[in-house]
C-alpha cells in the first residue's frame, strides 16, 4: 500500500527518497513520485509505474535539495495517473498521504467555494489545499497544518513541506503508521522504517493523533490534545533482522518459502523447553489469563484469518473451549455478543492491518479478558495496542504473498493451543511432550517437502492455461485449501475456490470437468477415507486431480490423478508442512505465467486502509 519518505538535510536528498521508496516497493503501488525545495521553488517528478521509471526520470534533470517528500501509491480515490500521483501541491505546500480522507466531498465543496480549483480525483488534493486555505491566515505551515486536521474524517499519515519554510517538515498521524528516523544534523521521516535502513536505525513512532515539526536538528511533537510532548527514541533491531536483498533466490517469495525451516526454530526460541509448553512467553500476565479463559475470539484478515481458522480446530481439539474466527472487516461493523471470559486474538503479519487494528480497538470497550496480538512486526501498532504480544519471528516478509508469516503464525497458535491447555489442565503431560516434539520437528519436514519442489515445476505446467481451480480439504485441512486457493489466485491470476471436500455433492461438483484442476490435501488421518470417496466423485465426472498426500496413503498416480508425495507426520503439524507445498505450487505456476510475484497486481503487502 502507499509509501511515504521524506528528509530534511544539508545534503541534497532526492537520492535518499529514491532509495527510500525503493525499500517500500514491497509493499505494493502503481505510481510514484517525488518534490523537493530547490532554491526556494517546489521541483515535482510523478510517474505511472515502478520506482525505477521515477528514477530514470529524477536522473534525466538534477533535483539539488535538502528537503523533500516523495511517495509510493496505490490508487483509492482515482485511477493510477501522473494527475493522481503524489506529492500533490497547493501554491507552495506539497504533501504525501497515506490513508483515505472520508469527508474529502465535504471539505472539496468548501473549497471550491473559497475559489480552489482541482487537478485530481484524490482525496488527498483536499487535503494540501486545505492547509493552503488555512495557511492564508496561520502563521506558518504547522499552525495551518494543526487547524486543518480539526476537519479531517478518516485515516492518515502524511508529511507536508513548504517552498517558504525549506529545512522544515511537518509529519501527522491517525490510523496510518508514520515514523521519525532521527538522523545527526539530518531527520528523515517515513510509513516504515525499512525505508530508512541506509541512513539511520533510530526511530520515533508517532501516536494517534500526534503532529510533528521536524528541522534538521529539533524535532517537537504534540499529541492529540494539542499538548507538547515526547516520544521515545528507540534503537530498531528489527529493521535490519529482515534482510532485504534476495539473496540465491530469484524472487522474495521463494527466498521466503526456503526460509521457513530456518525462520520457524527462531520462532520456537525459548518459547519451549524440555519437552513443554512455556506459557509465561504470552506475557507476564498470560497464566492468569489463560486460567480464566473460557472463549477465544480471534479476528484477522487474509492469511492471517486462514491461520485462525487452524487454530479454532486446535483450540477447539486440544483445550476443549470454543474459539470463534472472524473476518477483521466484518467483525468491526456488526453488533458481536461477547460471552464472558473471552480472550480477544489479533493475527497479522504486518500489524498494521486497518481493519484488524479498528478490531482490536473496538474489543477495548466490549468486555474481553484482555487481546492478545501475533504479530511478527514489534513495533507496529497491533503490538503497541495489545496487552500480550507474541511475536513470529519470520523476519522480514517482503513478498506481498504472505507465506513465511503464516507458517510461523501457526507455530505461534499451537504454541498458544499448548500453552492455555497446560495452564488449564486440559492436556496431560504426555500429550504436551508429543506436542512440543511434533512442533519441533517442522523444520525437517519442510526441509523434505521442499525436496519435491522439481515434482511441483512439472505438475505447474498443467496449471498455465487453466482459468479456474479447485482446492479440496477435509477438517482442518479445509483452511490450508483456503489458504493453497488464495496464493494461486493472488500471483497467478487463476480463479482459485477451496471447499470443503464433502460439500462437493452440494453445489461445486457441477463445476467438474478437464479444464479444472482439482487439487486435494490429503494428509493421513482419520478422514482420509471420507476423502478417497470425494476424489472418486471427482474422477467419476472426469475431473482432473492433484493429490498432495501422504506417502502411507497408498495413492498411486492414474489416469488423470497425479499424486505429490509427502512425508507422514503428526497430526497436529500437518497443516502447517501441508501448506508448502501449494506455495510452491502457486510460485511455479506464477513464474511459468511470467506474473509480478513479489508485486502481484492490485495488491498491497500491508493494507493500511480500509
Ligand atoms: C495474502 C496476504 C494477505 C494478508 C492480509 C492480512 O498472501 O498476505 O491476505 O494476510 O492482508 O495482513 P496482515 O497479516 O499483515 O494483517
Known amino acids: 500500500m502507499c509509501g511515504i519518505v521524506g528528509a530534511v538535510a544539508q545534503r541534497d536528498v532526492s537520492q535518499i527518497l529514491l532509495e527510500g521508496l525503493s525499500r517500500l516497493e514491497y509493499r505494493g503501488y502503481d505510481s510514484a513520485g517525488i518534490a523537493v525545495i530547490d532554491n526556494g521553488k517546489l521541483r515535482r517528478i510523478r510517474t505511472v509505474g515502478k520506482v525505477r521509471e521515477l528514477a530514470s526520470e529524477v536522473n534525466k534533470t538534477v533535483l539539488p535539495g535538502g528537503t523533500g517528500i516523495a511517495h509510493t501509491?496505490?490508487?483509492?480515490?482515482?485511477?493510477?495517473?501522473?494527475?493522481?500521483?503524489?506529492?500533490?501541491?497547493?501554491?507552495?505546500?506539497?504533501?504525501?498521504?497515506?490513508?483515505?480522507?472520508?469527508?474529502?466531498?465535504?471539505?472539496?465543496?468548501?473549497?471550491?467555494?473559497?475559489?480552489?480549483?482541482?487537478?485530481?480525483d484524490t482525496d488527498t488534493e483536499v487535503l494540501v489545499k486545505l492547509v493552503d486555505y488555512y495557511l492564508r491566515t496561520e502563521k506558518d505551515l504547522l499552525s495551518a497544518v494543526k487547524t486543518a486536521v480539526r476537519e479531517l474524517k478518516g485515516a492518515y499519515g502524511a508529511a507536508f513541506i513548504n517552498t517558504k519554510e525549506p529545512g522544515h517538515l511537518v509529519l501527522i498521524r491517525s490510523g496510518s503508521p508514520v515514523v521519525i528516523g532521527v538522523g545527526l544534523g539530518e531527520n528523515f521521516v517515513a510509513s516504515d522504517p525499512l525505508a530508512l535502513m541506509p541512513v539511520t536505525h533510530r526511530f520515533i513512532y508517532l501516536e494517534e493523533g500526534d503532529i510533528a515539526d521536524i528541522s534538521r536538528f529539533d524535532i517537537s511533537i504534540w499529541d492529540s490534545q494539542g499538548n507538547k510532548t515526547e516520544r521515545t527514541t528507540?534503537?530498531?533491531?528489527?529493521?535490519?533482522?529482515?534482510?532485504?536483498?534476495?539473496?540465491?533466490?530469484?524472487?522474495?517469495?521463494?527466498?521466503?518459502?526456503?526460509?521457513?525451516?530456518?525462520?520457524?526454530?527462531?520462532?520456537?526460541?525459548?518459547?519451549?523447553?524440555?519437552?513443554?509448553?512455556?506459557?509465561?512467553?504470552?506475557?507476564?500476565?498470560?497464566?492468569?489469563?489463560?486460567?480464566?479463559?473460557?472463549?477465544?475470539?480471534?479476528?484477522?484478515?487474509?492469511?492471517?484469518?486462514?491461520?485462525?481458522?487452524?487454530?479454532?480446530?486446535?483450540?477447539?481439539?486440544?483445550?476443549?473451549?470454543?474459539?470463534?474466527?472472524?473476518?477483521?472487516?466484518?467483525?468491526?461493523?456488526?453488533?458481536?455478543?461477547?460471552?464472558?471470559?473471552?480472550l480477544f486474538i489479533t493475527i497479522s503479519q504486518s500489524g498494521e492491518t486497518a481493519d484488524t487494528l479498528a478490531a482490536l480497538r473496538l474489543s477495548k470497550n466490549q468486555g474481553y479478558l484482555g487481546s492478545l496480538a501475533i504479530c511478527n512486526v514489534p513495533e507496529s501498532s497491533i503490538v503497541r495496542?495489545?496487552?500480550?504480544?507474541?511475536?513470529?519471528?519470520?523476519?522480514?516478509?517482503?513478498?506481498?504473498?504472505?507465506?513465511?508469516?503464516?507458517?510461523?503464525?501457526?507455530?505461534?497458535?499451537?504454541?498458544?493451543?499448548?500453552?492455555?491447555?497446560k495452564v488449564k489442565n486440559r492436556i496431560d503431560s504426555e500429550t504436551e511432550r508429543v506436542m512440543v516434539s511434533s512442533v519441533e520437528r517442522i523444520p525437517e519436514y519442510i526441509n523434505e517437502v521442499l525436496k519435491q519442489d522439481n515434482g511441483i515445476v512439472k505438475i505447474s505446467l498443467d496449471f498455465v492455461n487453466k482459468r479456474n481451480a479447485l482446492f479440496l480439504g477435509r477438517g482442518v485441512m479445509c483452511p490450508?485449501?483456503?489458504?493453497?486457493?488464495?496464493?494461486?489466485?493472488?500471483?497467478?491470476?487463476?480463479?482459485?475456490?477451496?471447499?470443503?471436500?464433502?460439500?462437493?455433492?452440494?453445489?461445486?461438483?457441477?463445476?467438474?470437468?478437464?479444464?479444472?484442476?482439482?487439487?486435494?490435501?490429503?494428509?493421513?488421518?482419520?478422514?482420509?477415507?471420507?476423502?478417497r470417496s470425494n476424489i472418486q466423485e471427482v474422477r467419476a465426472r472426469g475431473g482432473v486431480l492433484y493429490v498432495f498426500a501422504s506417502d502411507n496413503c497408498g495413492f498411486q498416480d492414474a489416469g488423470n490423478m497425479k499424486i505429490i508425495s509427502l512425508p507422514t507426520v503428526p497430526d497436529v503439524i500437518s497443516p502447517i508442512i501441508y501448506t508448502v507445498p501449494l506455495q510452491l505450487l502457486a510460485y511455479h505456476v506464477a513464474i511459468i505465467k511470467g506474473t509480478d510475484v513479489d508485486q502481484p497486481r492490485n495488491l498491497a503487502k500491508s493494507v493500511t486502509v480500509e
Request: hydrophobic fraction near 40%; include cysteine.
Open 234 to 342: 528507540i534503537n530498531s533491531d528489527y529493521v535490519s533482522v529482515g534482510d532485504a536483498s534476495k539473496g540465491k533466490y530469484h524472487h522474495f517469495m521463494e527466498k521466503e518459502i526456503y526460509e521457513q525451516s530456518v525462520v520457524i526454530p527462531d520462532t520456537l526460541e525459548g518459547r519451549v523447553n524440555n519437552g513443554c509448553f512455556l506459557p509465561d512467553s504470552f506475557g507476564a500476565r498470560a497464566t492468569e489469563l489463560f486460567k480464566k479463559t473460557e472463549h477465544v475470539k480471534i479476528v484477522a484478515c487474509g492469511t492471517s484469518f486462514h491461520a485462525g481458522m487452524i487454530a479454532k480446530s486446535w483450540i477447539e481439539e486440544y483445550v476443549g473451549i470454543t474459539a470463534d474466527v472472524e473476518i477483521a472487516s466484518e467483525y468491526r461493523y456488526r453488533k458481536t455478543v461477547v460471552q464472558p471470559d473471552t
Open 480 to 531: 490450508v485449501a483456503m489458504e493453497g486457493a488464495l496464493k494461486l489466485k493472488e500471483i497467478s491470476y487463476i480463479h482459485a475456490e477451496s471447499y470443503a471436500a464433502g460439500e462437493l455433492k452440494h453445489g461445486p461438483l457441477a463445476l467438474i470437468d478437464s479444464e479444472m484442476p482439482v487439487i486435494v490435501i490429503a494428509p493421513r488421518n482419520d478422514l482420509l477415507e471420507k476423502l
Open 385 to 421: 495496542e495489545s496487552e500480550m504480544v507474541f511475536l513470529t519471528r519470520a523476519g522480514r516478509e517482503i513478498g506481498v504473498a504472505s507465506t513465511k508469516a503464516f507458517t510461523t503464525q501457526l507455530v505461534a497458535l499451537l504454541l498458544f493451543t499448548g500453552s492455555i491447555g
Open 73 to 120: 501509491r496505490w490508487a483509492t480515490h482515482g485511477v493510477p495517473s501522473v494527475a493522481n500521483a503524489h506529492p500533490h501541491v497547493s501554491g507552495d505546500i506539497a504533501v504525501v498521504h497515506n490513508g483515505i480522507i472520508e469527508n474529502y466531498a465535504e471539505i472539496k465543496d468548501k473549497l471550491v467555494g473559497e475559489g480552489f480549483s482541482f487537478e485530481s
